[in-house]
């Protein structure tokens, strides 16, 4: 039997990445929203993530989109960050929204294009080398609506070089990361559409690129901790970024939709050595989130995703590991899976406040935001100006 005592030390290694678009609005095709207290300036952003942080002590860093999170001096911006009590964290680089992009950017036809989409990426290594940031992460948009339209085999082939370009400027404390996704905005193919195809590009590169696994990017149905297992059975799991769907990319808070999935999940990234692994190892799993808050507050929205990571570890934790190898090798099916289930049964939230109060945290980090009074000060505060979005 493993208790909570036995994984209270463990569940202090957690450090959940934030996003700096969640604090912005968002929406979808047919609506974004506006709401009160929407930053509108990154330095924003930023404290809205340190809020997160100080009610759950889980999010100590943020993660920047650039050119959404511009700004002239990104080494002030990094001061800014450490004086709340933040790092600045992966940057994610955009070359979907520019109209040269229409067609492609890594592997658009026309080669200045590409180029743009190089330097663009290469602008993010230095911006990273300004913020301390370890990864660049790459998600392209690039495919195509109709067959016939562009040869998918020669993107393949430009693609690699324009990221081996990138690759060779990296600096040997950076790392860069492919995030793969299915379909959207392309609907027939999909220049990155999985991880194998990631996989393919970031192994040809060299040992400082990986996968990033957004669990949003997949067909219905996927077994997703499988790839887990494989990605990091080949050394080669980079980071997540994590949300919850119940269709297609929904970006909904993390555990909404399906908390079992998210266990299985942990399960597999402490069962393959990426969770806790320490800085540089092949294991060290950037646990991030990619999230969209398009009706709910985004702050709240946030501190539940990073609760939910909490909690549903805690209980990937708490398996018992030689109790399964046991019924495993003994071929007992139905023992093996009670196992796991009574793992993912345990109710672990009142462990978790008590762990919480011993370490000077809010028992209820929910309520404790929302008595914080920050909510109220930022929705009468930001008036004026232009709330933060997608652009
Ligand atoms: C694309 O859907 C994606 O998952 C990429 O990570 C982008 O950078 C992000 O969403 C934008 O929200
Ligand atoms: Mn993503």
Redesign the pocket.
């Known amino acids: 039997m493993t208790t909570f005592a036995d994984i209270s030390d463990r569940l202090a290694a957690l450090a959940v990445e934030v996003?700096s678009?969640a604090y912005g609005n968002?929406g979808t095709r047919f609506k974004v929203f506006g709401s009160r207290g929407t930053p509108r300036t990154v330095e924003e952003k930023i404290a809205d993530a340190a809020a997160v942080h100080r009610s759950t002590g889980l999010a100590p860093s943020v993660a920047l989109?650039v050119p959404w999170d511009l700004v002239d001096d990104f080494g002030a911006l990094r001061r800014y960050a450490e004086d709340l009590g933040m790092r600045l964290g992966t940057v994610?680089s955009?070359t979907?929204q520019d109209e040269d992009y229409k067609l492609g950017s890594l592997t658009n036809a026309d080669p200045k294009v590409r180029q743009k989409a190089v330097e663009h990426n290469l602008r993010c290594l230095e911006v990273m080398a300004e913020t301390g940031s370890r990864d660049l992460?790459i998600?392209l948009?690039d495919g195509t609506n109709y067959p016939g339209q562009g040869d998918i085999r020669a993107r393949q082939d430009w693609l690699a070089e324009g990221l081996a370009e990138v690759y060779a400027q990296l600096s040997d404390d950076q790392r860069l990361v492919l995030?793969y996704?299915f379909f959207?905005p392309a609907f027939y193919h999909t220049d990155v559409p999985d991880w194998g195809t990631s996989y393919v590009h970031v192994a040809a590169l060299g040992p400082k690129a990986f996968v990033?696994l957004?669990t949003?990017?997949h067909a219905p149905g996927t077994n997703i901790e499988f790839i887990v297992a494989q990605l990091l059975r080949l050394g080669r799991l980079g980071s997540f970024?994590f949300?919850s769907r119940f269709y297609a990319?929904d970006?909904l808070i993390v555990g909404a939709a399906d908390p079992f999935q998210l266990f299985r999940i942990l399960v597999e990234v402490v069962r393959g050595g990426g969770y806790g692994a320490g800085a540089g190892g092949a294991g060290d799993v950037a646990l991030m989130l990619?999230?969209?808050h398009n009706i709910e507050k985004k702050i709240p929205g946030q501190i539940r995703s990073v609760l939910n990571v909490q909690e549903m570890l805690a209980r990937a934790l708490l398996l018992d590991t030689d109790a399964l190898d046991a019924a495993r090798q003994d071929g007992d099916v139905l023992r093996a899976n009670e196992v796991f289930m009574d793992a993912f049964y345990t109710d672990v939230r009142r462990d978790l406040a008590a762990w919480r109060e011993e370490r000077g945290l809010p028992a209820d980090p929910m309520r404790a935001y929302l008595a914080s009074g920050y909510q109220e000060q930022i929705e009468n505060d930001r008036v004026g100006g232009t709330q933060a979005g997608?652009n």
């Open positions: 996003p678009w968002s989109h994610n955009n979907f992460k998600w948009a995030e996704k959207e990033c957004d949003g990017h970024d949300n990319d970006d990619d999230q969209c997608w």
